[in-house]
């Protein structure tokens, strides 16, 4: 099993980016992908997840309404759109597998996770 992200770099706050988690010997029917990002010096923190199949998600309070996740079934890969970034988004991105539902996510977070990504920074700017 491998995950891969991209996307990440170097914005000024107010701008937008889209982060990519292409997922291999895997397959997001079975398995609900869950971005977190862990700030310098920060626990890792639940960012967003998505089932494609049972409909259940989750999004942090923090990126409500200027986050939003999608995925590909086709091409086995999920995308997190950032918009209007902070400088507190700044950190490092990764992306997780798990098959339990999004809405455990809350309550387990990075425990319930199968399998990560190596992750993707993001710096945001002011």
């Known amino acids: 099993v491998q995950l891969v992200e991209s996307g990440g770099g170097s914005v000024q706050a107010g701008g937008s980016l889209r982060l990519s988690c292409a997922a291999s010997g895997l397959s997001l029917n079975d398995y609900k992908i869950t971005w977190f990002r862990q700030a310098p010096g920060k626990e890792r923190q639940g960012v967003s997840c998505?089932?494609?199949?049972?409909?259940?998600?989750y999004t942090a309070n923090s990126v409500k309404g200027r986050f939003f996740m999608s995925g590909d079934n086709a091409k086995n890969t999920v995308y997190l759109q950032m918009n209007d970034l902070k400088p507190e988004d700044t950190g490092l991105y990764y992306c997780?597998?798990?098959?339990?539902?999004?809405?455990?996510?809350?309550?387990?977070?990075?425990?319930?996770?199968?399998?990560w990504g190596k992750g993707t920074a993001v710096s945001v700017s002011t």
């Open positions: 997780a597998a798990m098959v339990s539902s999004c809405v455990i996510i809350p309550v387990e977070g990075a425990r319930a996770m199968d399998y």
């Open positions: 998505l089932s494609t199949t049972d409909g259940s998600s």
